[in-house]
């Protein structure tokens, strides 16, 4: 961190901030530390967009954001951060423009990149006091987690699901007069199997949950970088919107955990995408000829008159909203009990609504001896959006 007794207010920040420099626990020195703190937020989407505004408004002197995606249209149901007029713009620019607007004072530093193994220590590089952890995917958990010990940085950790929530803080070191906690593999020693875990994307999320935890981790942020208060450190802190209950559990550092123990075994940024089973050998058949059929083939083969079974593997609430005519609905966690409802000598077409279920599905069908099945690539929005726009896409 700069050293805060070297960063001035000019006299339109005295105004900015005159509620702030009132309260005896802020005063000048915690306005003056703020402005001095640098923050890395992973993630300019749900709980980003809480975190980006609310601490620049708050004075933080720099914030980096690192995002490699675009605004898109189901995003706005809670990315509060990003407009109408911001669909298709990359997240980094939008969220720069909306922090300017609420405060110039702040630096924004733009990374419209994935972070990886290979630039998040390049990025640390870049000087950051704290990183807020606003992904919704596990390889970038444990990615953010490891970088963070090895570096001795604070970590900011949240998630969301559905109606709940989780925050916390890890600290790998002592900080700022607060001492040193568990970090996340302390919490979460292996990922789950992938898919086990479905994110918001396939499960869905309240879209006021995300300002909910963004603003605990808004919140704690500001506190380690003042050095003020009790920090969520060794808590973990649970949020259930549908019963309006905040619980909390007592986490330990584990002094077994490879990255944070007494002898850590992980001393440099691993393959994360590896260690969460992501990297191919979990779909064994997806390298198959003729594992996936494009919508337009499907289209074809159908118009060509030719007997095509449709399974739909979504939730029931998503057959709700869209199908395709003449399928066989039978949700993913069904399908091994009801499969001999399934012939294995059809030509078998799954979806799901981005084809990334369905490709599981049909991984687990060809296992079974259903060598015809196939995946609908790009899953029911693809065939939204290339064959039949009167199918809504979500
Ligand atoms: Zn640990």
């Given at each position: 961190m700069k050293d805060w007794q070297q960063i001035e207010l000019t006299h339109e920040e005295y105004m900015r901030y005159s509620r702030h420099l009132i309260m005896p626990e802020v005063g000048m020195?915690?306005?003056?530390?703020?402005?001095?703190?640098?923050?890395?937020?992973?993630?300019a989407g749900g709980l980003g967009s809480p975190l980006g505004m609310y601490l620049a408004a708050a004075g933080v002197?720099?914030?980096?954001?690192?995002?490699?995606?675009?605004?898109?249209?189901?995003?706005?149901?809670?990315?509060?951060?990003?407009?109408?007029?911001?669909?298709?713009?990359?997240?980094?620019?939008?969220?720069?423009?909306?922090?300017?607007?609420?405060?110039?004072?702040?630096?924004?530093?733009?990374?419209?990149?994935?972070?990886t193994s290979d630039n998040l220590m390049r990025i640390l590089d870049d000087g950051y006091d704290l990183v807020i952890d606003g992904t919704d995917n596990f390889p970038t958990r444990y990615l953010t987690n490891d970088a963070?010990?090895?570096?001795?940085?604070?970590?900011?950790?949240?998630?969301?699901?559905?109606?709940?929530?989780?925050?916390?803080?890890?600290?790998?070191?002592?900080?700022?007069?607060?001492?040193?906690?568990?970090?996340?593999?302390?919490?979460?020693?292996?990922?789950?199997?992938?898919?086990?875990?479905?994110?918001?994307?396939?499960?869905?999320?309240?879209?006021?949950?995300?300002?909910?935890?963004?603003?605990?981790?808004?919140?704690?942020?500001?506190?380690?970088?003042?050095?003020?208060?009790e920090p969520l450190v060794g808590r973990l802190m649970l949020y259930d919107a549908l019963e309006m209950r905040f619980r909390q559990l007592k986490l330990k550092r584990d002094p077994n955990c490879p990255v944070c123990?007494?002898?850590?075994?992980?001393?440099?940024?691993?393959?994360?995408?590896?260690?969460?089973?992501y990297a191919g050998t979990t779909n064994g058949h997806a390298q198959d000829a003729g594992f996936q059929i494009e919508p337009k083939e499907l289209k074809a083969t159908l118009d060509d008159g030719q007997a095509?079974?449709?399974?739909?593997?979504?939730?029931?609430?998503?057959?709700?909203?869209?199908?395709?005519?003449?399928?066989?609905?039978?949700?993913?966690?069904?399908?091994?009990?009801?499969?001999?409802?399934?012939?294995?000598?059809?030509?078998?077409?799954?979806y799901c609504r981005y084809g990334i279920r369905s490709a599981q599905i049909v991984s687990f069908l060809r296992d079974l001896g259903f060598a015809k099945a196939r995946n609908l690539r790009g899953g029911i929005n693809a065939w939204s959006r290339e064959v039949d726009s009167r199918v809504p896409e979500y």
């Open positions: 020195k915690g306005q003056r530390k703020l402005k001095a703190s640098s923050i890395l937020l992973i993630g002197g720099r914030l980096g954001i690192v995002d490699h995606d675009v605004v898109d249209r189901t995003n706005l149901q809670r990315q509060v951060m990003h407009g109408e007029q911001d669909l298709d713009r990359p997240k980094v620019e939008s969220a720069r423009d909306r922090i300017h607007d609420l405060n110039r004072n702040v630096e924004v530093i733009t990374y419209r990149e994935p972070v963070c010990v090895l570096r001795g940085i604070p970590n900011v950790y949240g998630s969301i699901f559905r109606f709940e929530g989780q925050a916390t803080v890890f600290l790998p070191r002592d900080f700022n007069g607060f001492l040193r906690g568990p970090c996340y593999r302390c919490l979460y020693p292996t990922p789950p199997p992938p898919g086990m875990v479905p994110s918001c994307a396939e499960g869905g999320v309240l879209g006021i949950l995300p300002g909910v935890v963004g603003l605990i981790q808004a919140t704690e942020a500001v506190k380690l970088l003042m050095g003020i208060g123990g007494d002898h850590p075994t992980v001393t440099e940024l691993i393959d994360y995408q590896e260690f969460c089973g095509v079974t449709l399974l739909d593997c979504r939730e029931p609430v998503e057959w709700e909203i869209s199908q395709l005519a003449g399928a066989k609905f039978i949700a993913m966690d069904e399908v091994a009990e009801r499969v001999n409802e399934l012939d294995t000598a059809d030509n078998l077409v799954v």
